[in-house]
Each structure stands twice: as C-alpha cells, then as structure tokens.
C-alpha cells in the first residue's frame, strides 16, 4: 500500500492502476495453472513491484512537492507522464 495525498486527485486513480495490474498478473497466473508454483507467484508480484512502485513514487513526489504546478514546462511534462502512457 502506498499513501497518497489528496492534492492532486490522484489517490483513487493510482488504486485503479494497482487493482488493473494486480487482476492482470493473477490472471497470467491462472491461465497458466500456477496457483501452487510459488516461484510464478513471486515472480508476478516482484514484476507487479518493478512496474508500480517507480512510478507510484514519481506521483508520490508530485504530489507533495506541487511541483508540476511550478512551470507550465513541468506541468507539461507531468501530464506526458500521467496522462499519455500506455
């Protein structure tokens, strides 16, 4: 679990992403009939890991330092970021 602060209206959208990511890689493991590979499972959360937590602490950052908000050049550049990824 990660905090998120309120300022930026990003709390509920990062639960989103967590919950997408999660159903994802659960999925992967059922359809492959994993449920008793322990290594597969640890595997899946390690990628879950390696996938959210860097960006969880860009967001985390934004969030508390308002920094997107300092320049139009960054707010552009955090809107790239958070808004127009894949």
Do not use: C
Not at 3 to 30: K, S, W, Y
Not at 43 to 49: L, T, V
Request: aromatic residues 12%.
């Amino acid at each position: 679990a990660h905090g998120m602060p309120p300022f930026m209206a990003q709390g509920a959208n990062q639960g989103f992403e967590d919950a997408i990511a999660i159903v994802t890689l659960i999925a992967n493991i059922a359809n492959q009939n994993n449920w008793d590979n322990k290594q597969a499972i640890a595997q899946a959360f390690a990628k879950y890991e390696n996938l959210r937590r860097p960006f969880m602490k860009y967001i985390q950052q934004a969030t508390l330092t308002m920094f997107p908000q300092s320049s139009d050049q960054e707010w552009q550049a955090y809107s790239q970021k958070v808004y127009t990824r894949n």
